[in-house]
């Protein structure tokens, strides 16, 4: 909307040609805006909805100010058209006509019941005082209040729209996606009551429905102002709600689809954990057959106990092969990923439980092997029949062969028989002497 130029002296006929022409561009001006206004989408939706709260207080006031646009528009329009008409009396109007003609232009020409020009609030105005019964403007006055009315009710008109173009399109595409998922959800057995994710999809689809019907009946407790905006519309909705609500679908969804590909692979991995308890029995039971070997084989040899087969494990694989049975998907999901880390523990377990337990008959056979490995060294040299080499290999072997079998002693005995090995074997060797089977 234009501005009405300011009052002054007596015009002269060039100067009310020109502000008669400025006025008239600024009447057609006006009236494409008040047009705009009457065809925006966002006006026709707010007269046909059934409105509440912010939006209820707003609309009430801004139809108000629509119907005095009106009336100042039509106030406007005819005295611009009484002042056309003075000046087409007369191609040269003397000063009669100029005096009236200023007076129409720049005076307070422009005369309103009090009962439209207090229809409506306007913007800045305090507490009403009594009703006048008439009001006189001028034009310049006139299109000051337009401009004022249009802009609020353009901006409560756009803000409502925008709210409108947003949210709901937005809500119903996440509202088809929570669809979707609730779909998932029932097919493996993700439902209310039952598991929580079903008590979370139930209380979004309420949270959308409520929020949908709170948008479309109150759209400004959704909307932002820009803050030091004038211009109309300036602004944008507001979307917390709605991102909270598609950020935890996206959470269930997410679990749901964990669960869809527990319910693909379920049987595998049950074969696969089965496969892993047992191996981590056999082991156990190689462990405890070991360790009666061991307690019989070697004496003065503390040997740790050997656990008995992980039947808690077990007895949780078949909870979980019910699960699968009876589609249990979203307690089996669960339950699998513990088994698997339970399991191979476990299995972890079992080994080296089985290492610890042969860990004395590693060390005999360990001896046993470099006895061996010093009798040929012997041999390779011709002093395979050393006296004292045969007494002391005989000694050693009487002991690693024997049963129970004293290791603490047994190894001593070896010792005797290296350093006896190489007591005889350095004097009998030119060049550097070979120590590394006396290290061993």
Same mark, same amino acid.
């Given at each position: 909307?234009?501005?009405?130029?300011?009052?002054?002296?007596?015009?002269?006929?060039?100067?009310?040609?020109?502000?008669?022409?400025?006025?008239?561009?600024?009447?057609?001006?006006?009236?494409?805006?008040?047009?705009?206004?009457?065809?925006?989408?966002?006006?026709? /939706?707010?007269?046909?909805? %059934?409105?509440?709260?912010?939006?209820?207080?707003?609309?009430?006031?801004?139809?108000?100010?629509?119907?005095?646009? &009106?009336?100042?528009?039509?106030?406007?329009?005819?005295?611009?058209?009484?002042?056309?008409?003075?000046?087409?009396?007369?191609? &040269?109007?003397?000063?009669?006509?100029?005096? @009236?003609?200023?007076?129409?232009?720049?005076?307070?020409?422009?005369?309103?019941?009090?009962?439209?020009?207090?229809?409506?609030?306007?913007?800045?105005?305090?507490?009403?005082?009594?009703?006048?019964?008439?009001?006189?403007?001028?034009?310049? @006055?006139?299109?000051?209040?337009?401009?004022? #009315?249009?802009?609020?009710?353009?901006?409560?008109?756009?803000?409502?729209?925008?709210? &409108?173009?947003?949210?709901?399109?937005?809500?119903? +595409?996440?509202?088809?996606?929570?669809?979707?998922?609730?779909?998932?959800?029932?097919?493996?057995?993700?439902?209310?009551?039952?598991?929580?994710?079903?008590?979370?999809?139930?209380?979004?689809?309420?949270?959308?429905?409520?929020?949908?019907?709170?948008?479309?009946?109150?759209?400004?407790?959704?909307?932002?102002?820009?803050?030091?905006?004038?211009?109309?519309?300036?602004?944008?909705?507001?979307?917390?709600?709605?991102?909270?609500?598609?950020?935890?679908?996206?959470?269930?969804?997410?679990?749901?689809? %964990?669960?869809?590909?527990?319910?693909?692979?379920?049987?595998?991995?049950?074969?696969? #954990?089965?496969?892993?308890?047992?191996?981590?029995?056999?082991? /156990?039971?190689?462990?405890?057959?070991?360790?009666? $070997?061991?307690?019989?084989?070697?004496?003065?040899?503390?040997?740790?106990?050997?656990?008995?087969?992980?039947?808690?494990?077990?007895?949780?694989?078949?909870?979980?092969?019910?699960?699968?049975?009876?589609?249990?998907?979203?307690?089996?999901?669960?339950?699998?990923?513990?088994?698997?880390? @339970?399991?191979?523990?476990? +299995?972890?377990?079992?080994?080296?439980?089985?290492?610890?337990?042969?860990?004395?008959?590693?060390?005999?056979?360990?001896?046993?092997?470099? +006895?061996?490995?010093?009798?040929?060294?012997?041999?390779?040299?011709?002093?395979? $029949?050393?006296?004292?080499?045969?007494?002391?290999?005989?000694?050693?072997?009487?002991?690693?062969?024997?049963?129970?079998?004293?290791?603490?002693?047994?190894?001593?005995?070896?010792?005797?028989?290296?350093?006896?090995?190489?007591?005889?074997?350095?004097?009998?060797?030119?060049?550097?002497?070979?120590?590394?089977?006396?290290?061993?």
């Amino acid at each position: 909307m234009g501005v009405a130029g300011s009052t002054g002296p007596v015009m002269d006929r060039d100067e009310v040609d020109r502000a008669l022409a400025r006025l008239g561009a600024e009447h057609e001006a006006i009236e494409s805006s008040l047009l705009a206004l009457q065809d925006h989408a966002g006006r026709r /939706l707010l007269e046909g909805a %059934a409105l509440t709260g912010l939006t209820k207080d707003r609309w009430a006031s801004t139809e108000q100010s629509i119907t005095l646009l &009106w009336a100042y528009f039509d106030a406007y329009a005819g005295a611009l058209n009484d002042a056309r008409n003075v000046r087409e009396r007369k191609r &040269w109007p003397g000063r009669e006509e100029l005096v @009236e003609l200023t007076d129409l232009l720049r005076g307070q020409g422009v005369t309103l019941s009090g009962a439209a020009t207090h229809s409506a609030p306007t913007i800045g105005a305090g507490i009403a005082g009594p009703a006048k019964l008439t009001e006189r403007f001028t034009l310049v @006055e006139l299109v000051s209040r337009m401009n004022d #009315l249009y802009a609020r009710s353009l901006d409560m008109v756009v803000a409502s729209d925008s709210v &409108w173009s947003a949210l709901p399109a937005r809500i119903d +595409l996440l509202s088809a996606e929570l669809a979707r998922t609730c779909s998932l959800a029932n097919s493996v057995g993700v439902r209310p009551g039952e598991h929580p994710a079903g008590d979370d999809l139930e209380s979004i689809t309420a949270e959308l429905t409520a929020l949908r019907a709170q948008v479309i009946s109150d759209p400004l407790a959704f909307w932002q102002a820009a803050p030091g905006s004038s211009a109309p519309g300036g602004g944008r909705p507001d979307t917390v709600r709605y991102d909270r609500a598609a950020r935890a679908l996206d959470e269930i969804r997410r679990e749901i689809e %964990a669960v869809l590909t527990v319910r693909q692979d379920a049987e595998q991995r049950l074969l696969q #954990l089965r496969d892993m308890l047992s191996r981590a029995d056999r082991t /156990l039971a190689e462990a405890r057959s070991a360790r009666g $070997e061991v307690l019989a084989k070697i004496a003065a040899s503390e040997v740790p106990a050997v656990s008995g087969p992980p039947i808690a494990l077990q007895e949780r694989l078949a909870t979980a092969a019910e699960y699968r049975r009876h589609a249990q998907w979203h307690r089996l999901s669960p339950l699998l990923e513990t088994l698997e880390r @339970e399991a191979e523990g476990e +299995l972890l377990r079992a080994r080296d439980s089985l290492t610890a337990v042969t860990q004395p008959l590693a060390v005999r056979a360990e001896l046993r092997g470099r +006895l061996d490995a010093y009798k040929a060294k012997v041999a390779r040299h011709g002093l395979a $029949e050393d006296p004292l080499l045969i007494e002391r290999y005989d000694v050693a072997r009487r002991m690693l062969w024997s049963a129970p079998c004293d290791l603490r002693a047994a190894e001593q005995a070896v010792l005797r028989y290296q350093h006896a090995t190489a007591e005889v074997l350095v004097p009998r060797q030119s060049g550097p002497t070979d120590r590394r089977g006396d290290q061993a």
